[in-house]
């Protein structure tokens, strides 16, 4: 395509957007064309993260718990994964998972993300008890907890619908759900990636449920191995046909592979420009979901942080306790303390807002920064403003 029809090609894109109109299939893919100016791109997406959110940027306080690193599926693209005869396999006593909880409770943390493996001899009734113990006995700290591939396997578990299981779990004290389990929904991809885990109508089935019962769940997307830009943008059409839907995501994480310690480490891991590409691309297709965060343990802290200007309106959080993707080769601190995010942040050029689990305004004691209530929706301060 020659240098005229390129800017009269996005020009009609660009028009698209300022418009407030759906971009296409074909608009995704001709944005991800390597001739088209990735700044130009990410000015557009800038364009429609601040329309939607400001100049702010959100963060919260969070720990993570992986209760065990057990599982029976052996998906290409996962490091943190052992069998049950490894000598670093683990699944953790109530002891280690109350102290998780304590630790979190000192350190000011309003969410714990919890994932983990599918031990095969971990019954159901653990990973259910798991929940109420840490609700029990942290009430105020919110659980995020299980992905739909965890979902998936304890309804293989217990025989009951996905409907049950998390009217269960909610029962238990869980609060809302991570993305994790997408990775390419397409069946070409997919199947190459994790033939045997939940597929994709039941993703899509777990998340539409639990959306139905009122429980909010985020959205994610993982590129940069096999897949293609086709895969990518068909990604982001079936997540945004569900928002359509339900309303129910929240946020949309656009997640960088990486391959090493992986059964596709001869795979090279996307690099910073892809990763900007991808982050103004998912801002610009998901036109009904609100947030699209920028993970810096996955993107690296400088790439994250520039993210800021290509779409994105949140870096995650402190991350205590990251285990999946360090695992695979991420070369980011395994955490951050609240005034280097605060700091990274305002060097983009962005105002730092504290966000609790479900995108409402933290507010802190002043004198003791453990002690901490939720106030109004960060999107509603928008709209209002």
Not at 100 to 111: I, Q
Request: aromatic fraction near 8%; charge should be negative; hydrophobic fraction near 35%.
């Amino acid at each position: 395509m020659i240098s005229s029809e390129l800017n009269a090609r996005f020009r009609e894109i660009r028009d698209k957007v300022e418009a407030s109109e759906r971009l296409s299939l074909e608009d995704g893919l001709f944005l991800y064309e390597p001739e088209v100016s990735l700044q130009a791109v990410g000015e557009l997406a800038n364009y429609m993260r601040e329309r939607l959110n400001g100049n702010v940027a959100y963060y919260n306080i969070n720990t993570h718990l992986n209760p065990t690193n057990v599982c029976v599926y052996r998906c290409r693209f996962c490091a943190f994964r052992k069998d049950l005869r490894d000598e670093s396999g683990y699944a953790m006593t109530d002891e280690q998972v109350l102290e998780r909880g304590r630790e979190a409770t000192a350190n000011g943390c309003t969410e714990m993300h919890i994932v983990g493996g599918l031990h095969h001899q971990r019954k159901y009734e653990w990973y259910r008890d798991l929940i109420s113990l840490l609700k029990t006995n942290f009430p105020q700290i919110h659980l995020k907890a299980w992905t739909a591939v965890e979902i998936d396997w304890f309804r293989f578990q217990t025989k009951k619908s996905f409907r049950w299981v998390l009217e269960d779990m909610q029962a238990a004290g869980q609060g809302s759900m991570p993305g994790g389990g997408a990775e390419i929904f397409h069946p070409e991809v997919r199947d190459q990636l994790c033939e045997h885990k939940a597929n994709t109508p039941s993703w899509i089935e777990i998340h539409k449920t639990a959306h139905e019962i009122g429980m909010k769940t985020n959205c994610t997307m993982l590129y940069g191995h096999v897949e293609k830009a086709y895969h990518r943008i068909d990604h982001l059409m079936r997540l945004r046909e569900l928002q359509d839907k339900t309303g129910g995501f929240q946020v949309c994480i656009p997640l960088a592979f990486h391959p090493d310690n992986t059964q596709l480490s001869d795979l090279k891991k996307p690099s910073g420009l892809m990763d900007l590409r991808t982050v103004a691309i998912s801002r610009l297709m998901l036109d009904n979901i609100r947030h699209i965060k920028a993970y810096w343990i996955m993107l690296g802290i400088e790439t994250a942080q520039t993210a800021l200007a290509y779409g994105a309106d949140d870096l995650d959080g402190t991350v205590r306790h990251e285990l999946i993707y360090h695992d695979a080769g991420a070369q980011t601190p395994e955490f951050l303390s609240v005034e280097q995010i605060k700091q990274l942040i305002r060097e983009a050029g962005r105002e730092p807002i504290e966000r609790d689990t479900t995108y409402n305004r933290v507010i802190r004691d002043a004198n003791d920064f453990t002690q901490w209530h939720s106030g109004e929706s960060v999107d509603a301060e928008l709209v209002t403003a």
